[in-house]
């Protein structure tokens, strides 16, 4: 088997250990994506009765190159609205054999934000503006807690745990 029969062929089981967990309704679709290295696109699939509910694409005219997280954040929102015009507030996520990171989470995270439940909230990291302390001069470290108030080159009495004392050399 030639290296890209092999590679469909890991694709394919990982896509199907993924959908064996996952089945669409009317009420909760089946939120499938598709990347290409150019477009991603994202369908809402009732797989009882075997019919795509909505659909959103980069592929359309109106949008530009579809390859970034931008337009995968643009169709998460398109999917979102389309769902909402039929009614969906809530979809079960099929990511088939790609991880759940880059365009991906960013289409599933949009959508969720637009009104989509698809993934849960602790995917969806939102930047915190850290309490930044003052920041030390050039030159100047930070302190790392309590320092000894002798100068660097000066050598310590204090015993250190752990450590042998030394014996003086026999001549």
Known sequence: MDAQKLKH???QR?????RNKIVGTASKPRLTVFRS???IYAQLID????????AASSASKSSAYGGNVKAAELVG???????????????AFDRGH????????ALAVAATKAGLKCCVPENIKVKKKE???PKPEKGEKKP???KSDKPKGEKSTDKVKGERPKTEAKA
Do not use: M, P, W, Y
């Not at 990982?14 to 993924?18: A, D, M, N, P, S």
């Not at 929102?77 to 979809?91: C, N």
């Open 131 to 133: 309490e930044a302390a």
């Open 47 to 54: 797989d009882i009765n075997g019919v795509t509910l909505a």
């Open 77 to 91: 929102q398109r999917l979102a609205d389309a769902a909402k015009a039929k009614g969906i507030g809530e979809a």
């Open 9 to 11: 062929h890991r694709q």
């Open 14 to 18: 990982r896509r199907q250990h993924v």
């Open 37 to 39: 290295s150019k477009h």
């Open 144 to 146: 790392k807690g309590e």
């Open 98 to 105: 790609f991880r759940f990171h880059g365009r991906l989470q």
